[in-house]
Nanobody, 128 residues
Framework: QLRLVEAGGGLVQPGGSLRLSCATS????????VGWFRQFPGKEREAVSC?????????NYADSVKGRFTASRDNAKNTAYLQMDTLRPEDTAIYYC????????????????????WGQGTQVTVSS
């Protein structure tokens, strides 16, 4: 059972930045693609980003965050990151990371069914 622990959420002003992290301590994260999802109040979760397993050569982003969000990973630290820049009030949501064994972040990256494990979620609030 892979346990994912997220951190880095908080309150930020519009135009600001946050970096979310998704870490695991008991197993290596290398073999897993890491997806990021967000959930607005009363809505279904939506995919935000994905970074492929091992070397992270493939990334994918929702149109709404392209050019503003960047996914990365540090396998030595068993941690994946989502750098969020130029944040907007409409980015306010609970953000979740999820792990997909041997995932390649292909066309199906946005489907929750692709992912085997989920983090607990972290609140991101963008407001002045």
């Amino acid at each position: 059972q892979l346990r994912l622990v997220e951190a880095g959420g908080g309150l930020v002003q519009p135009g600001g930045s946050l970096r979310l992290s998704c870490a695991t301590s008991q197993y290596t994260l290398d073999y897993y693609a890491v997806g990021w999802f967000r959930q607005f109040p009363g809505k279904e979760r939506e995919a935000v980003s994905c970074i492929s397993h091992t070397d992270g050569t493939t990334t994918n982003y929702a149109d709404s965050v392209k050019g503003r969000f960047t996914a990365s990973r540090d396998n030595a630290k068993n941690t994946a990151y989502l750098q969020m820049d130029t944040l907007r009030p409409e980015d306010t949501a609970i953000y979740y990371c999820a792990a997909d064994l041997w995932g390649d972040c292909g066309a199906s990256y946005s489907s929750e069914r692709e992912y085997d494990y989920w983090g607990q979620g972290t609140q991101v609030t963008v407001s002045s």
